[in-house]
């Protein structure tokens, strides 16, 4: 029956959650772990949102460099670019709630919703991002960093790329 239940548990977070592959450090791999970091420590986190259009985006960078292409150098505004590129404000609002709803204060949104920024404890952001953060001894200096992948539950989770400050 324990079997099921995480079966169960899986098929759920897979359907409502998302993981972000590779974002645990590779440097704790070689580091010393000192244990879990303070659950009381405040830290400044960003939460990157997915751009939209990727391909076309891609496409468009190669001609912006190709000499023969029509488009060569003629440059995107900032306010072009996030119209064609960038997420909206409903997928910024989302991602805010996300973040509040798990006891952050977000402290600031990118004026074309590219990212959010947050503030909260250690305890806050690891219930957030299911997460462990410990402290590590890198090179003589002591630093913490999430020890697996962050992982996203709810609606926000179609919106993240990235979130930044777990080390």
Do not use: C, M
């Not at 897979?14 to 244990?35: D, E, H, K, W």
């Not at 989302?94 to 004026?111: D, P, R, W």
């Not at 997460?131 to 996203?152: K, L």
Request: aromatic residues 8%.
């Amino acid at each position: 029956t324990i079997l099921l239940v995480l079966t169960l548990a899986s098929s759920a977070f897979a359907a409502n959650g998302q993981v972000l592959a590779n974002s645990t450090p590779t440097f704790i791999r070689n580091a010393q772990n000192l244990g879990p970091e303070s659950p009381t420590k405040v830290i400044n986190i960003t939460v990157r949102l997915q751009q939209h259009n990727v391909a076309e985006r891609e496409a468009l960078l190669k001609q912006l460099y190709d000499p023969k292409s029509p488009l060569y150098q003629q440059w995107l505004t900032p306010a072009q670019y996030a119209a064609r590129f960038g997420p909206t404000a409903q997928e910024a609002t989302v991602v805010k709630e996300f973040l509040v709803s798990h006891g952050l204060a977000v402290t600031s949104v990118h004026q074309n919703n590219f990212y959010v920024n947050a503030q909260g404890s250690i305890a806050d952001v690891q219930r957030a991002f299911n997460v462990q953060i410990n402290r590590f001894t890198v090179n003589g200096q002591t630093t913490y960093s999430n020890t697996s992948d962050v992982s996203i539950a709810g609606p926000a989770a179609a919106y993240v790329s990235v979130v930044q400050g777990l080390h």
